[in-house]
């Protein structure tokens, strides 16, 4: 039987036939016209009047940054559970991180655990696998604290709040187009927002601050973090049919948990399929290890992926003076099953027996 990997990229004829078509064109594949395609059909998706493309999600947080004026001397807020590169992108900026614990229902920022300090400038809240808590309270969260609020929505592409896109809530959303997401150019992120001036930063700083695209004058310090059209290409193709691609996503999850509900020792985070677009897959497990089941699934035929650990307990981040205690108690126990968009029902359907045979 085939290996079933944990993630793999979706792609179809229409990526192969749309980059080949490109590449005969005489383009020079660095960013250019289909960049600018790319970027306004997210922002037409989106409802957001301003996107930019770069390098990558981790990238786009930390010109988000930048374009806020935040460093030496400022702190953020950042989850204790997420992915390492949200608080990367503080040090980078040579800022000062605070960790503060998640709720246990959505693995996101709790609010009443935050422990501000005086030179707090910025909040990062991260929508873990298209799950957000109460945005209207993080938004006036950080209004009455005079935040600003920056939504790391990389893995929260389609997701809604109340009817609203999450990335459209803060001051800037981004997005990631690694591998495993909804959409994927191999490599990539996106700052989408409102505000026309921090996009005309933004647009500078990762090219160099130069005054307008191919001329050599600078205005600034700024930094190579061009995309390409190339890349654009792919994502363009994705993006026609992404509805197909969000429904396809809750499919799968719906039928891991009809599939799976029952079982004692796994248990389902709470997920509105209305609103959310789970990037993958997650379990919690009960009074069972991590490494028994992820060893077992392998031993099938099955990939899976352990959660992130909790921030506080990797070595660049270690600290012991606050308890942390929803994200280290879920952390340890959360597993991410077999999600990929191309997986067909049988596929999925292995899965599940394969989990219940080992429950």
């Given amino acids: 039987m085939k290996f079933i990997n944990q993630i793999e990229p979706y792609l179809t004829e229409h990526e192969v036939a749309a980059v080949s078509e490109y590449l005969r064109s005489g383009s020079w594949l660095t960013e250019y016209k289909k960049t600018e395609e790319f970027e306004a059909n997210i922002a037409e998706f989106m409802g957001t009047k301003y996107v930019v493309v770069l390098t990558s999600g981790t990238v786009a947080l930390y010109l988000a940054l930048l374009a806020l004026d935040i460093g030496a001397g400022d ?35 709790d609010l009443d655990k935050i422990q501000l300090r005086e030179n707090t400038k910025a909040l990062m809240y991260v929508s873990i696998n298209g799950r957000s808590g109460d945005m209207a309270r993080v938004a006036e969260f950080c209004r009455a604290n005079n935040l600003h609020l920056i939504e790391d929505a990389c893995q929260a592409f389609g997701s809604k709040w109340d009817g609203r896109k999450l990335g459209t809530i803060g001051e800037m959303g981004i997005f990631s187009f690694t591998p495993h997401k909804i959409i994927t150019t191999g490599q990539g992120g996106a700052v989408v927002t ?166």
């Fill in 75 to 109: 702190s953020v807020v950042v989850p204790d559970y997420t992915m390492i590169a949200t608080p990367n992108t503080v040090r980078w900026a040579g800022a000062e991180v605070i960790l503060a614990d998640v709720e246990r229902e959505t693995l996101c920022l």
């Fill in 194 to 359: 409102d505000n026309l001036e921090l996009y005309e930063k933004i647009k500078k700083l990762k090219d160099f601050h130069r005054t307008q695209p191919g001329v050599d004058i600078h205005t600034g310090i700024g930094y190579n973090f061009k995309f390409t059209d190339l890349q654009s290409v792919v994502g363009i193709e994705q993006l026609k049919i992404i509805e197909h691609r969000i429904e396809r996503k809750k499919a799968i999850y719906n039928m891991y948990q009809d599939g799976l509900s029952g079982l004692d020792f796994v248990e389902f985070l709470p997920a509105n399929l209305d609103q959310t677009v789970p990037w993958c897959t997650d379990l919690i497990l009960k009074d069972v290890t991590q490494d028994d089941f992820v060893t077992f699934l392998k031993d099938k035929n099955v990939g899976s992926r352990r959660f992130y650990p909790a921030v506080h307990t990797q070595e660049p981040y270690a600290q012991s003076q606050d308890p942390f205690e929803a994200a280290a108690d879920l952390a340890p126990r959360g597993v991410w099953l077999p999600s990929s968009i191309g997986l067909v029902d049988e596929d999925i359907q292995y899965v599940i027996d394969t989990i219940q045979y080992f429950g």
